[in-house]
Nanobody, 115 residues
Framework: QVQLVESGGGEVQPGGSLRLSCAAS????????MGWYRQAPGKQRDLVAA???????SYADSVKGRFTIFRDSAKNTLSLQMNSLKPEDTAVYYC?????????WGQGTQVTVSS
């Protein structure tokens, strides 16, 4: 069992930045795969960025060059640095972990990009 708690969402103007964090109940370096997903109203939940236990990262085309996923060993958190935000980035962002055959989700955090 893995508990995930997101934080860091909010409202920002286009071009601004936000950093999301996901605190895990176990060492994040023992988790096989972690990712950030997002879901806009009326749309499916899509992968934004992911990182494997060995540190390999991947990104959706829509966020490449703007978002960075990384792990903070001191805080045992997974983070998503989001720069150059656009209105189309508005969504609820969810942290995800795959561990020992189970898939776990956080409760989500709202990100709103609006002028």
């Amino acid at each position: 069992q893995v508990q995930l708690v997101e934080s860091g969402g909010g409202e920002v103007q286009p071009g601004g930045s936000l950093r999301l964090s996901c605190a895990a109940s176990i060492s994040i370096f023992s988790i096989n795969y972690m990712g950030w997903y997002r879901q806009a109203p009326g749309k499916q939940r899509d992968l934004v960025a992911a990182i494997t236990r060995l540190g390999s990262t991947s990104y959706a085309d829509s966020v490449k060059g703007r978002f960075t996923i990384f792990r903070d060993s001191a805080k045992n958190t997974l983070s998503l640095q989001m720069n150059s935000l656009k209105p189309e980035d508005t969504a609820v962002y969810y942290c995800n972990a795959v561990f020992n055959g189970g898939k776990y989700w956080g409760q989500g955090t709202q990100v709103t990009v609006s002028s």
